[in-house]
């Protein structure tokens, strides 16, 4: 199962699960009814942060941001120790250890669950942490540094992160893109 999830200074935004490779359409699809309507809604102006996957990087996404008129944060490839979001994927690893799911269904609602506990100050404190995550990579020369251990807690997440994002969305458009999209 993929997931697709979203962080900022204001907390945890929803999440996507999705049963199949995510490809350009899909991963468009994603930030159509997730992502931009809960940045329309409270903010004017904000720096979009995404891996570098295929979907991530073509032609028609970028497209699709420029059109949106969304500025999308240059980053390097394979770099987790500078993205917060991948400590909030260890987090919720961390809280549904103990609940051990024993189906894709109960499966979704243990992350969804552990998801929605994750509160604003943690990610604020995630975000405020960065410009010393970032000292601290710059002087090991771009190597893993022990001030950023993390690693993706569930290695096939997706993820996007932007600077000034909410925690709600249009819930009929995320139950509509679930059905499409969801395990």
């Not at 697709?4 to 994603?30: D, F, H």
């Not at 970032?134 to 002087?139: A, F, S």
């Not at 600077?163 to 999209?181: F, P, Q, V, W, Y």
């Amino acid at each position: 199962m993929l997931i697709w999830g979203a962080m900022s200074s204001a907390g945890v935004g929803p999440l996507c699960c999705i049963k199949s490779r995510v490809n350009t359409a899909i991963y468009q699809e994603i930030l159509q009814h997730l992502m931009l309507p809960s940045t329309d809604e409270l903010y004017a102006d904000f720096i979009f942060h995404q891996e570098l996957e295929p979907a991530h990087t073509a032609k028609s996404t970028k497209t699709w941001f420029n059109d949106h008129r969304i500025t999308v944060s240059e980053w390097p490839a394979n770099s987790p120790d500078l993205n917060p979001i991948e400590n909030l994927w260890d987090t919720a690893e961390r809280k549904m250890r103990d609940m051990r799911p024993k189906n894709a269904a109960e499966l979704k609602t243990t992350i969804e669950a552990s998801w929605s506990s994750i509160t604003p100050q943690q990610c604020q404190r995630l975000i405020a942490s960065m410009s010393c995550c970032i000292e601290t990579v710059i002087d090991a020369k771009g190597a893993q540094t022990k001030y950023c251990p993390f690693m993706p807690a569930l290695p096939s997440m997706l993820q996007g992160l932007q600077h000034g994002r909410s925690a709600s969305s249009d819930t009929s458009e995320i139950s509509s893109l679930n059905k499409t999209l969801d395990v």
